[in-house]
């Protein structure tokens, strides 16, 4: 067979057909996939097919968002939703969400002496925090449980860049998670791995940080469980008091299904 007679048979599909198709892809392969022939650019920009990537409340989460959110498709409004630090796990349905920086609640943030706001090329964010100099770091984050999926255990990560010229980093840290009156601390949390916090890992004793696939760190706050019926803040907290630091880029809190 050639490959016009390929393209004719893509061609020849119902657009419901080609969209259930990209529909077991991902956005980013179905973007790529709509350069391939017309039917596909079809089915690619089509509201049938970005409707499956949004959450079946998108339409609520819409009203509760303090800014108004315009969109003329389905697609505008998946990319603006990633912008807004929502999205759907693809194995489970469930929604992901991430706090920017700008959403968090940052001791000192708001001081120009220790800490500044800017864009990097690698956020999906307008902006981020950038540590300047502080001793008391404290990062705080709350999310009504209603913008999050019932009946799911979900973990929550501080998302962050180091810089080349950071200090005072690697001091041991606690994360707090609370949420319907059960609090979980962990203590011995720390962005940046030395000698001794590898030695503590190894013997079970630290929480230590973890590249991610989009190039910024993690590092893992807790966990809490959202049942039916939950109403409220999920409060989520890290804090290192120990000394002087630097060089700390915050991107923000993801919370991710487990």
């Not at 968002?65 to 630090?85: N, R, T």
């Not at 001081?111 to 990062?139: K, M, Q, T």
Request: some cysteine; hydrophobic content about 40%.
């Amino acid at each position: 067979m050639t490959e016009s007679d390929n393209s004719a048979s893509i061609t020849d599909l119902p657009e419901g057909c080609v969209t259930d198709i990209l529909s077991i892809t991902s956005p980013r392969d179905a973007c790529r996939a709509a350069s391939i022939s017309k039917a596909f650019n079809s089915a690619a920009n089509s509201d049938a097919f970005w409707d499956r990537f949004l959450p079946p409340d998108y339409r609520e989460i819409i009203a509760r968002a303090v800014s108004p959110v315009v969109f003329e498709s389905k697609k505008q409004l998946y990319i603006s939703s990633l912008i807004m630090g929502l999205k759907l796990d693809r194995e489970s349905g469930r929604k992901r969400y991430m706090l920017g920086a700008r959403d968090l609640s940052i001791a000192w943030g708001n001081d120009a002496r220790y800490w500044e706001w800017g864009h990097v090329p690698e956020s999906r964010f307008a902006e981020v925090g950038i540590l300047r100099n502080v001793w008391w770091l404290d990062i705080q984050g709350r999310i009504a449980s209603a913008m999050l999926s019932p009946k799911t255990t979900y973990v929550v990560y501080l998302v962050y860049r180091i810089t080349r010229d950071s200090w005072g980093l690697s001091a041991a840290g606690k994360s707090i998670v609370c949420f319907c009156g059960v609090r979980n601390e962990v203590p011995n949390v720390y962005l940046e791995q030395s000698a001794q916090t590898l030695l503590e890992f190894t013997l079970g004793q630290a929480h230590t940080a973890a590249m991610r696939k989009d190039g910024w760190m993690e590092i893992e706050l807790g966990e809490f469980y959202c049942d039916n019926g939950d109403e409220g803040e999920v409060e989520m907290v890290f804090q290192e008091h120990h000394r002087n630091k630097g060089g700390l880029i915050v991107e923000g809190i993801e919370l991710r299904p487990r």
